[in-house]
């Protein structure tokens, strides 16, 4: 009867370790996984003896995982190179043949969908007007519609897609997917963004402020690709900033990191629709610089008055860059970024004055500082925040591989097993 007993204790005790067991390994595997697909994306393509020299795993790990990564369609073999010396290496690289990432951006004025594979290439856009007024019911009359299209052309041409990432005004609650009170976004309050989206299109959807998609878009595709310390500042109707800092998106205690528009500008200014007086979005934005102009016209009209000499539009022109300068210093000094990055639709109408705003701010930096300050102009243009989106899927793929196509991928992943 006592060997029994102690039977049915180690039995129990066999149970319970044994769950335990299986998801240490499957966070050893991801972990490993997560390595490789790094440091191939890094470099572009690799070969087997250097993912071994440069993620430290041994030989077999690094044998079995790129194998399952291969029957998985995430990378491929490349042809093979000869190296100096020895046989030719054969080379790891993404498949882009598979997977397709999708990235939405939503704006004040139209929304832009983006659709590109795991290489980052784009493969397809799609740009739509949203007729103002207009609130989220632009949503399900206008944006699921055509995801829905593109849902169907992927099944028919046996592609796989890995989810959806979404650019919006923020500030957003990340926790419910819902949108909080973003400044010139009426209606959208409290909207359930997220979810409205994952009922309809049962995907991976991932939520973030539209400066910080077009902050990674840079980061992961674009001039940014090899800096650790990013800030990228959108202008348009409003003003956003997305900080990247050791490559990765800082968002803050509230989710208020980076939101340089409405940094205090204007001591006892108007009341901007943050709730805050004076922010440079007020006098910065196209609709504050038109504000200011008082002439009831358009960008292209206020331009023309400044080429043409106009006072008015060029002392409200000469404020605007005051206004710019003084805003990037303060980030200069408040991030210390590598590079700084301008976009969004007002840069056109500012863009030829940038070399004077740069020489400008090396006159107000810190002396040691100067001939590292960085400022360039926006890669993708229009569809930075859209493409941005997608870097937020391959950011899953990249660290959460496992959790990622554990349900999407054309072979079973089997936690269990050994090959770590």
């Known amino acids: 009867m006592y060997d029994h007993y102690i039977l049915i204790i180690k039995l129990m005790e066999v149970s319970l370790i044994q769950p335990n067991k299986i998801a240490y390994l499957q966070q050893v595997k991801q972990h490993n996984m997560a390595a490789i697909l790094k440091q191939i994306w890094r470099m572009e393509q690799v070969s087997r003896i250097e993912l071994v020299e440069q993620t430290g795993l041994t030989s077999g790990t690094i044998t079995n995982l790129t194998h399952e990564l291969i029957e998985l369609r995430v990378i491929r073999e490349k042809e093979s190179v000869s190296g100096h010396v020895g046989r030719k290496r054969v080379m790891l690289g993404f498949d882009p043949g598979y997977y397709r990432m999708i990235g939405l951006d939503i704006g004040r004025s139209s929304f832009e969908i983006v659709v590109t594979d795991v290489c980052g290439t784009i493969l397809k856009i799609v740009e739509r007007e949203i007729p103002q007024p207009s609130g989220p019911d632009i949503v399900e009359r206008e944006i699921l519609p055509i995801l829905q299209t593109i849902k169907e052309e992927a099944e028919q041409s046996g592609c796989c897609i890995l989810g959806l990432g979404v650019g919006v ?8 997917g819902t949108l909080l009170n973003p400044p010139n976004f009426p209606g959208w309050n409290g909207y359930e963004l997220r979810q409205v989206l994952e009922e309809q299109l049962q995907w991976l959807i991932v939520i973030e402020d539209d400066a910080r998609t077009s902050a990674l878009a840079e980061s992961w595709y674009g001039i940014g690709r090899n800096v650790e310390e990013l800030v990228l500042i959108t202008m348009g109707i409003g003003i956003g900033g997305g900080v990247v800092s050791g490559g990765e998106i800082v968002r803050g205690t509230n989710g208020l990191c980076g939101q340089v528009g409405h940094m205090t500008l204007v001591h ?13 979005e007020t006098v910065g934005s196209i609709p504050g610089i038109l504000g200011r102009w008082a002439n009831e016209g358009t960008m292209d009209e206020f331009i023309a008055a400044v080429r ?26 408040l991030y210390d970024p590598q590079l700084v990055v301008l976009g969004g639709k007002l840069l056109p109408y500012v863009k030829d004055y940038l070399p004077s705003v740069q020489s400008n701010l090396q006159k107000r930096v810190y002396a040691f500082a100067r001939e590292r300050l960085m400022l360039r102009t926006s890669t993708f243009g229009a569809s930075q925040s859209a493409y941005g989106a997608t870097a937020l899927l391959l950011g899953y793929l990249l660290s959460e591989p496992l959790m990622l196509l554990s349900d999407r991928s054309p072979a079973s992943l089997d936690g269990s097993k050994q090959d770590l």
Do not use: F
């Open 308 to 333: 043409r000499g106009e006072q008015g539009a060029v002392h409200c022109m000469e404020e605007t860059l005051h206004y710019l300068e003084t805003a990037l210093i303060n980030v200069y000094n």
């Open 268 to 280: 006892d200014g108007q009341r901007c629709d943050c709730g805050n007086m004076g922010c440079w």
């Open 169 to 176: 005004p923020g500030p957003i609650n990340y926790s419910k």
